[in-house]
């Protein structure tokens, strides 16, 4: 390729005089295709290729602010007649655009479902991992390989894809104990859907938490806690205080509140002790006392005698 090639290649083209003249060629055709009183003034041309010119309107439909209406033109070499080749609405630096449009699965939040919805997930969702169904696949003749191909098309017919539920195990198999276990399923969570569930929960109910930074003590030494199974139980359990701010909800074991059941324990009142009787017997108390009971003098002293006399 010559150099002359290359500069005629990356040069700049000159706008065509008589494309940039036909003004309103261009703007009887945005008028067409907009309406009449929405193609405001004449705000700029850009040359876009020899002998084709763009010419560009203000929008004034409301609504559409700083866009502008695109009109582009063209003359054929040695040709006096300029033609028309498409009218577009483009925004502009300053106009006013859509936000970018998010897909479902990010814009979704927790929360956000109800009674009826649907949430699918992903063949190759990361926080799911093959689980173990104990089922080989059917023969080509069975029954039951005819019936797949029912399912089969009623996932094409209804656009879903559905997963079979596993039939009934014989006690002792290795399908029974994995069923027990609760991993009989066509997918179960992987480490990562479990470490993001995790953090879910220590970020709600956890030990950063306000509540938990005031709590008396941790849920790990109260009664209202009830442990998770699986792995998830070394660090999880659900609270079962319905006074409590996470009644119902999973929380971390270092979380903790006000509702500790060793927090504030009301002390029993206490009972009276039992009368203790030391004697089975009733005792007399006289009014005066004998006279061989040593509290009476034998002989009265003088001060008794005058007391008689007198």
Not at 21 to 31: F, N, S, T, Y
Not at 279 to 305: C, F, N, W
């Amino acid at each position: 390729m010559s150099a002359a090639t290359t500069r005629s290649r990356t040069r700049t083209p000159v706008p065509d005089r008589l494309c940039v003249e036909a003004v309103d060629l261009a703007r009887a055709a945005a008028e067409e295709a907009a309406a009449s009183g929405v193609v405001g003034e004449h705000v700029g041309v850009v040359a876009e290729g020899d002998r084709v010119v763009t010419h560009f309107f203000e929008c004034e439909e409301p609504g559409y602010r700083g866009w502008r209406w695109a009109v582009t033109v063209a003359r054929a070499s040695r040709a006096k007649n300029v033609t028309l080749d498409e009218t577009v609405l483009l925004p502009g630096s300053d106009a006013l655009l859509a936000p970018e449009w998010v897909p479902w699965s990010e814009r979704l939040r927790p929360g956000d479902m109800g009674p009826g919805d649907l949430l699918p997930t992903e063949a190759d969702d990361i926080r799911l991992e093959p689980g173990y169904t104990g089922e080989d696949e059917p023969a080509p003749n069975s029954v039951a390989s005819e019936v797949s191909h029912e399912m089969a098309d009623l996932v094409d017919a209804e656009d879903a894809e559905l997963t079979s539920r596993p039939g009934t195990t014989d006690r002792g198999s290795i399908a029974a104990v994995a069923e027990e276990l609760g991993m009989r399923r066509a997918r179960v969570l992987s480490r990562y859907g479990l470490h993001a569930a995790a953090d879910r929960w220590d970020e709600a109910f956890g030990a950063k938490t306000p509540m938990a930074q005031a709590a008396p003590a941790s849920c790990v030494t109260c009664a209202f806690l009830v442990p998770l199974a699986g792995s998830l139980r070394q660090a999880f359990g659900v609270c079962a205080n319905e006074f409590g701010p996470a009644d119902g909800h999973v929380v971390s074991l270092s979380y903790g509140c006000g509702g500790h059941s060793e927090a504030a324990v009301m002390p029993k009142p206490p009972k009276p002790a039992p009368h203790a009787l030391d004697t089975m017997q009733v005792d007399e108390y006289p009014l005066r006392p004998a006279r061989d009971s040593g509290s009476v003098p034998a002989e009265p002293d003088d001060s008794t005698e005058d007391l008689g006399h007198s």
